[in-house]
């Protein structure tokens, strides 16, 4: 199975960035974060066994995360579009093991930036939509423009967390970098600017891309 990957630190819209790739090639998106959480709200088994770990920031064990992709997977899908995962040198391992990986984005912000994003981000209580109080505010304030739900601050989005989860990212996903460079699979794109920019710039590589 054919996939495109999506890295960064948090905040950087690789969410955003992956949903709009996987539309347009109409790839299925797999948000790593988003199928963790949930696993939590519905508290399956595997719900209650990570929940604790993610509202700390940290990261859960990769076994879990291979169980994820296993049942999240849907038959008949032309391509994957991962977001949030590979987070270790691990996960990268069994990546490349098991799907024939095109192109891996690095995308790059720095880390006063990534903070503000995320201390301005809220997401629906109800469905889960996301918003951001600085690029993307909701129309009416606390309110979801979508169902009507509820905003709230992810309980990982709280500075105790975000310090955690940047430790994590510094200490066990920053050497993909290194992983996908020596594999000629990495492209790093800067992730300061607009949405539609950024997007042109993973287009111009994905063009280039034979899949
Ligand atoms: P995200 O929404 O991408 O920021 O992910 C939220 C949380 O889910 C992370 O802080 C981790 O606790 C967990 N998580 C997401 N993806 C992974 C992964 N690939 N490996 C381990 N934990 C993950």
């Known amino acids: ?32 974060g988003d199928l963790l959480r949930e696993q939590v709200s ?13 509202a700390r920031g ?7 995360i291979f169980e994820i992709i296993d049942i999240s997977l849907l038959p008949g899908c032309q391509g994957i579009v991962f977001d949030g995962f590979p987070r270790t040198v691990n996960q990268a391992e069994y990546l490349v ?7 891996v984005f690095f ?7 990534a903070i503000e994003r995320i201390s301005s981000r809220r997401v629906c209580s109800e469905c889960g939509a996301n918003f951001n109080l600085i690029s993307h505010k909701p129309l009416r304030e606390g309110v979801c423009d979508i169902c009507g739900g509820d ?3 992810r309980k990982d989005d709280r500075p105790e967390a975000i310090t955690k989860r940047l430790k994590e990212f510094y200490e066990q996903t920053l050497v993909l970098k290194e992983f996908f460079s020596e594999l000629r699979l990495l492209s790093v794109i800067k992730a300061s600017g607009s949405v ?5 710039d993973i287009n111009a590589v994905v063009h280039q891309v034979k899949h």
Do not use: W
Request: aromatic share 6%; with cysteine.
């Open 58 to 64: 940290e990261l859960v064990p990769d076994d879990l």
């Open 107 to 113: 995308l790059e912000l720095d880390e006063a930036e």
């Open 151 to 153: 905003l709230a601050i």
């Open 42 to 54: 519905q508290q399956t088994e595997l719900g209650r066994r990570v929940q604790d770990i993610i």
């Open 196 to 200: 539609t920019s950024i997007a042109r």
């Open 1 to 32: 199975m054919q996939c495109y990957v999506f890295f960064g630190i948090q905040g950087s819209g690789k969410g955003t960035q992956a949903e709009l790739l996987s539309r347009e090639l109409d790839f299925q998106h797999v948000n790593m």
């Open 97 to 103: 093991r098991h799907f024939e990986v095109l192109q």
